[in-house]
C-alpha cells in the first residue's frame, strides 16, 4: 500500500537515477518515515540545525513562547486579555466578554480561521506548521535543545542507547524525563490559567488541594498529556495524528510554495571531487538535508506530507553549497511550476477566489463585533400561561425576561410597552438592576386595558431603557380573549 502522498510531482530525473536508487525510491514510499522496514517505530535523531533559517524561526518561537505565557497575565480593565472558560460558557478574547449567546460571532470567526488557513496553505504550503505551529515551537525549541542538553548530539544519543552504561543511561535518561514532566506541568499550569484565569489558578494552588480536586486531576491529565506527546509521540504527531497534515494534499497546487528541492540544478547527483571538473548536478549526495529533518524525510525524493517545512534541510544544503563554492539554494521556498519551467510566482484563480471570500468573512466579522450589544435581552411569556383577567377591565399576561448584561458595570434600567397603554409590574421586585457580567432573570406582568386588546394575539413591542437610552426594542405577542 501507498502510505506516502507524493503531492504533486516525483523529479522527472528520477528517471535517469541509477537502477538501485530506483529500486530505492519504489520501496520509500511503501511506508511512512517514522516505521522501519520492519514495521517498528523510527526513531529520528536529527541533527541541530543552524544557519540563517534556523535563527528566524529562534527568533519567532522565543516571542511566541513568551507571549504564550505571559498572556494570562495581562488584564485590561481588570478583565484577562484571553480567557476560554469551556466549563462556565464564558469566553475573554481582547478584553471583551463573550457568551454563548455571542456564538455566532465565534461561528464566523472560526470560518474566517478556516479560510484564512486554507488560503495560507494555497499560497505558502506549510509555512503555519514550520513557523509557529505550537507541536513544532514546543518540542523543537523547548524540548529538542533539553535533549540536546542533556543527552548530546545524535550520535552521542545513539551511542548512549546501545553503548551507554545502565547508571548512565538512568542518570541522562532519568534527568531528561524529569525536566520534560517538569516543563509539561509548566505548560499545563499555563494552558489551564487560559481556562480558570490566572488569579484563579493561584488562589486554587493556596487553598487546600482536597477543596480543588477537579483542578488536580485536570493539571495531572494535562501534564501527563504534554510529557507524552514531547517524550515520546513527537514527530507523529506532524506525520501521522494531525489532521491539518493530512489535507495538504487537497490545498496544494503547482503554484504553492513550498520547501523543495531544485532537482533540475540538483541531479544527477555526484560525489564532491576536489579539484576536479564537475559534471553532475549540484547535489553531492552528503545527506546533511536528511541528516536533521526532524521528520526523517528526504526531500530530494519530492515533497511528501511528512514535511512539516521547518527549513531545516535548506539551512544544512546552504552550508554545504557554500562549503563548495556552489550557488545556495538548491534547497530553497518554490513552488513546483518555479521549479519545473522557470516561471515565476503568480496569483491563480483559486487564490483569487479564497482571498474575496477571506475580505467577506473579514468584513462581516467586524461589523458584528462592533455592533456587538452590551445588552441582550430576551423576552418571553411564561409557558403554560394564557391571559388573566385583572380588576379594572384589564388583561394581564406573565412575561419572563432573561438580559445579559455584558459590561463591568451594573446597569439599572427599565421597561415600557411601546405605542400602547400598559403596565408593567415586576414581580419579587421594585427595581431592574442588572448586575454586571451576567446573566440576569426578571419576571413580570403586563397589564394591558381589556378594550384596545381586539384579538386573541396582539404584536407588541417592548422597549429595554437605560435612564432615558432606549437599548433594544423586543417584539413579542400578547395573549387576550378569543373575539
Ligand atoms: S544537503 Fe544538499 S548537497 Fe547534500 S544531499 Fe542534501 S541536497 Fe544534496
Ligand atoms: S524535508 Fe526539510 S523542511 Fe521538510 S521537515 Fe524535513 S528538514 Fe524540515
Known amino acids: 500500500m501507498n502510505l506516502r502522498l507524493h503531492l504533486q510531482w516525483i523529479p522527472q530525473t528520477l528517471n535517469k537515477l541509477r537502477e538501485e536508487d530506483?529500486?530505492?525510491?519504489?520501496?520509500?514510499?511503501?511506508?511512512?518515515?517514522?516505521?522501519?522496514?520492519?514495521?517498528?517505530?523510527?526513531?529520528?535523531?536529527?541533527l541541530k540545525p543552524k544557519g540563517k533559517w534556523y535563527n528566524?524561526?529562534?527568533?519567532?518561537a522565543w516571542s511566541y513562547l513568551a507571549v504564550f505565557f505571559i498572556i494570562p497575565f495581562i488584564k485590561v480593565n481588570g478583565l484577562p486579555f484571553?480567557?476560554?472558560?469551556?466549563?462556565?460558557?464564558?469566553?475573554i478574547l481582547f478584553s471583551k466578554i463573550f457568551w454563548p449567546q455571542d456564538f455566532f460571532i465565534f461561528a464566523i470567526a472560526m470560518i474566517t480561521f478556516i479560510v484564512f488557513i486554507v488560503l495560507f496553505t494555497v499560497v505558502f504550503g506549510r509555512l503555519f506548521c514550520g513557523w509557529v505551529c505550537p507541536q513544532t515551537v514546543f518540542m523543537e525549541f523547548v524540548f529538542r535543545p533539553i535533549e540536546w542538553l542533556i543527552e548530546g548530539s545524535p550520535s552521542q544519543q545513539k551511542k548512549l542507547k546501545e553503548q551507554g552504561s545502565f547508571i548512565e543511561k538512568i542518570l541522562k535518561k532519568g534527568l531528561k524525563h524529569f525536566s520534560f514532566f517538569v516543563v509539561s506541568f509548566v505548560i499545563a499550569n499555563t494552558f489551564w490559567s487560559y481556562i480558570v484565569g490566572v488569579d484563579e489558578l493561584i488562589k486554587m494552588i493556596k487553598?487546600?488541594?482536597?477543596?480543588?480536586?477537579a483542578l488536580l486531576i485536570g493539571l495531572i491529565i494535562f501534564t501527563y498529556f504534554f510529557y507524552a506527546v514531547f517524550a515520546f509521540v513527537r514527530d507523529l504527531?506532524?506525520?501521522?495524528?494531525?489532521?491539518?497534515?493530512?489535507?495538504?494534499?487537497?490545498?496544494?497546487?503547482?503554484?504553492?510554495?513550498?520547501?523543495?528541492?531544485?532537482?533540475?540544478?540538483?541531479e544527477p547527483r555526484g560525489k564532491f571531487k576536489k579539484n576536479v571538473e564537475r559534471t553532475e548536478g549540484d547535489c553531492i549526495s552528503c545527506?546533511?538535508?536528511?541528516?536533521?529533518?526532524?521528520?526523517?524525510?528526504?526531500?530530494?525524493?519530492?515533497?511528501?506530507?511528512?514535511?512539516?517545512?521547518?527549513?531545516?534541510?535548506?539551512?544544512?544544503?546552504d552550508e554545504v553549497m557554500e562549503s563548495i563554492h556552489l550557488e545556495k539554494g538548491l534547497i530553497r521556498y518554490a513552488s513546483e511550476?518555479?521549479?519545473?519551467?522557470?516561471?515565476?510566482?503568480?496569483?491563480?484563480?483559486?487564490m483569487k477566489s479564497y482571498t474575496v471570500l477571506l475580505l467577506?468573512?473579514?468584513?462581516?466579522?467586524?461589523?458584528?463585533?462592533?455592533?456587538?450589544?452590551?445588552?441582550?435581552?430576551?423576552?418571553?411569556?411564561?409557558?403554560?400561561q394564557l391571559y388573566q383577567e385583572i380588576p379594572g377591565e384589564k388583561i394581564g399576561n406573565l412575561f419572563e425576561a432573561k438580559i445579559i448584561n455584558k459590561s463591568r458595570k451594573e446597569l439599572p434600567i427599565t421597561l415600557k410597552l411601546e405605542d400602547l397603554e400598559g403596565e408593567i409590574k415586576l414581580i419579587g421586585t421594585t427595581q431592574m438592576v442588572l448586575k454586571k457580567e451576567a446573566i440576569n432573570e426578571f419576571t413580570f406582568f403586563l397589564n394591558i386595558p381589556e378594550k384596545l386588546i381586539i384579538t386573541h394575539s396582539t404584536k407588541i413591542d417592548i422597549g429595554v431603557y437605560n435612564g432615558k437610552e432606549k437599548i433594544q426594542t423586543i417584539h413579542t405577542k400578547f395573549l387576550g380573549p378569543f373575539k
Open 22 to 46: 530506483l529500486l530505492e525510491a519504489e520501496t520509500y514510499r511503501d511506508r511512512v518515515s517514522s516505521v522501519t522496514k520492519t514495521g517498528k517505530r523510527n526513531w529520528v535523531y536529527a
Open 56 to 60: 528566524y524561526r529562534k527568533y519567532i
Open 82 to 91: 484571553m480567557m476560554i472558560n469551556i466549563p462556565e460558557g464564558k469566553f
Open 207 to 213: 487553598e487546600p488541594i482536597s477543596e480543588h480536586l
Open 237 to 266: 504527531v506532524c506525520t501521522t495524528i494531525c489532521p491539518y497534515g493530512r489535507l495538504q494534499g487537497v490545498m496544494f497546487d503547482k503554484d504553492t510554495m513550498q520547501i523543495a528541492y531544485d532537482y533540475k540544478r540538483g
Open 287 to 317: 545527506n546533511k538535508c536528511v541528516q536533521v529533518c526532524p521528520t526523517g524525510i528526504d526531500i530530494r525524493d519530492g515533497l511528501q506530507m511528512e514535511c512539516v517545512g521547518c527549513t531545516a534541510c535548506i539551512d544544512a544544503c
Open 337 to 350: 511550476n518555479e521549479i519545473s519551467t522557470g516561471k515565476k510566482f503568480h496569483f491563480n484563480t483559486r
Open 360 to 384: 467577506i468573512l473579514i468584513v462581516a466579522m467586524v461589523f458584528l463585533i462592533s455592533t456587538r450589544k452590551t445588552v441582550d435581552t430576551y423576552i418571553s411569556r411564561v409557558k403554560g
